[in-house]
């Protein structure tokens, strides 16, 4: 079995700030995406890496930069906070990226004050 | 454009009935739709999956239900239990021109009253 660590579980921020969330699995897999959860909005996929190094956009990817420089580590940063924005951001990993099923972290709380 | 819809969003059932949650997809070049369970404060966690070779995958009380022809799939869940009470999402990947990445729906919000 494997795990997947994002930290840290709950973010507040000011507007305007970079914010940086990170995710850990050791399940060695190749692929690692993050996605965003709002209410009724379902998961939105920002980011995606296919493997160590590599970064494909999501649907979402605008005011998100993503880093994937090790196998076992995926970080996602938030530009420029937006002024009352609430999300909660979930990491994933999956062996490849297609027909796998996904491993998902129990997700970072985002609060912007 | 939304690739995979799922309904109702929200779905209130008793305790020993069965529960029904629908899923739809537009790519007919999706080959597998796994369906994620999601209790609050926790990750999305694969339930129970099917590859559109198969037209019906049983696990336990969970069981789905797939029309390729018509690009519709269900989950069932007999006996519902309170435990069940969950946020169900279906996904889908596999297909061709980019959306080999999976595709999730919006979720079906269920609540089983004892």
């Known amino acids: 079995g494997g795990i997947i660590t994002q930290t840290p579980k709950f973010l507040i921020g000011q507007e305007g700030q970079k914010l940086t969330l990170k995710c850990q699995q050791n399940f060695n897999h190749d692929t690692m995406y993050w996605y965003r959860q709002d209410s009724g909005k379902g998961l939105r996929l920002i980011y995606y890496s296919i493997t160590e190094n590599d970064l494909q956009k999501g649907d979402l990817s605008e005011g998100y930069d993503a880093s994937r420089e090790k196998k076992s580590s995926f970080s996602l940063t938030v530009t420029s906070a937006q002024k009352n924005e609430m999300a909660v951001f979930l990491c994933?990993?999956?062996?490849?990226?297609?027909?796998?099923?996904?491993?998902f972290g129990h997700g970072t709380k985002l609060s912007v004050l | 454009q939304q690739q995979v819809r799922q309904s109702p969003q929200s779905l209130t059932v008793w305790e020993g009935e069965t529960a029904i949650l629908n899923c739809s997809y537009e790519d007919s070049t999706f080959n597998y739709f796994p369906w994620y369970q999601q209790f609050p404060g926790e990750g999305p966690a694969l339930l129970i999956s099917?590859?559109?070779?198969?037209d019906k995958k049983e696990d336990g009380r969970f069981t789905i239900f797939f029309n390729k022809r018509e690009k519709k799939l269900s989950l069932h869940i007999t006996d519902s239990q309170p435990g069940d009470s969950a946020t169900y999402f279906c996904a889908a990947s596999g297909g061709s021109g980019g959306n080999y990445k999976p595709t999730f729906g919006k979720g079906t919000s269920l609540v089983v009253h004892p």
């Open positions: 994933a990993s999956s062996r490849q990226i297609s027909n796998e099923r996904l491993f």
């Open positions: 099917i590859r559109s070779v198969s």
